[in-house]
């Protein structure tokens, strides 16, 4: 079982290459991994045993440069790269290249095997692949002291990325999706984008590989919608940064943009939909409060 202070248990049924991390990150189950690689490094990924999915690892590479996946039915390079549990898989880093891993129990991402049953390049075009790196980057580079509730939501963030990089790649839309899965997805996938503009409620669907209209109907039946789930997270993050001292030079624009909104007035018609009152009057209640 991965966890806190066992990273050399679960890197030492890999290669040799990687028991070096120059990093690493426990997250309750979930380890995250930083490595450097040498032009021609070979990486092994072994078959782990079919008997008991209880401890059974998968893995999710982010590489800086292309790696080549080896053998007959993998040629083809990738800079990220799932990592099946039950097929091994040899990588060879082409150049000189930083590796950010995520290491994770199977079970947690185990409903993706019906679409998918073997190792594989995950498309590098994805919006999730961007993200995932700079947030990899930010738990690797910027370690700060755990609480039990920020690990819990740290590990959630990276079993659901990496779930819906999966989903993102399958050949073929999981089966019967179950919809209370569906919004948590949806909602880790807007939580993970909410600060940039230009992201959606339609790259929520296509992550997903769900219409837009399916996608709205599953939200529709717990009372909700895509958009309005959207707007909220992005009106928290405002909130969040309206009163926090460290942002007090941010002005209102600033803030509205570094929160996922196109303009202030936009944030404003967000807030007050929220019930909530306008983001100038919050910032100066929070001041005078100190």
Not at 208 to 226: C, W, Y
Request: aromatic share 6%; glycine share 6%; proline share 6%.
């Amino acid at each position: 079982m991965i966890g806190r202070g066992n990273a050399a248990t679960v890197l030492g049924r890999l290669g040799a290459e990687w028991t070096r991390p120059i990093a690493t990150a426990p997250f309750r189950r979930v380890l995250t991994t930083h490595h450097l690689f040498d032009a021609g490094s070979r990486l092994s990924w072994p078959a782990q045993s079919a008997h008991d999915d209880s401890d059974a690892v998968a893995g999710m590479l982010f590489s800086q440069r292309p790696i080549r996946l080896l053998g007959r039915d993998r040629g083809g390079e990738a800079r990220a790269v799932f990592l099946h549990p039950r097929h091994p898989l040899q990588l060879s880093a082409t150049a000189a290249t930083s590796v950010m891993a995520v290491w994770l129990p199977w079970s947690s991402v185990r409903e993706i095997e019906p679409v998918m049953r073997a190792a594989t390049r995950v498309e590098t075009n994805s919006p999730l692949i961007r993200a995932a790196w700079s947030f990899l980057a930010s738990l690797l580079t910027e370690q700060s002291d755990p609480t039990l509730y920020s690990d819990y939501l740290v590990e959630r963030l990276l079993v659901e990325m990496v779930f819906g990089m999966l989903v993102e790649t399958a050949p073929t839309p999981l089966p019967g999706p179950n919809d209370t899965a569906m919004i948590a997805r949806a909602r880790t996938l807007m939580l993970m984008n909410r600060s940039d503009p230009s992201f959606t409620v339609q790259a929520v669907s296509k992550a997903l590989h769900l219409s837009l209209r399916q996608l709205q109907r599953v939200f529709a039946a717990a009372g909700s919608s895509p958009a309005a789930e959207l707007r909220m997270l992005r009106v928290d993050l405002a909130c969040e940064l309206i009163r926090d001292e460290d942002y007090a030079g941010m002005g209102v624009l600033d803030i509205a943009l570094h929160s996922g909104f196109r303009n202030s007035s936009g944030m404003r018609r967000a807030f007050a939909a929220a019930g909530l009152a306008t983001p100038g009057r919050m910032r100066a209640e929070g001041t005078s409060s100190r």
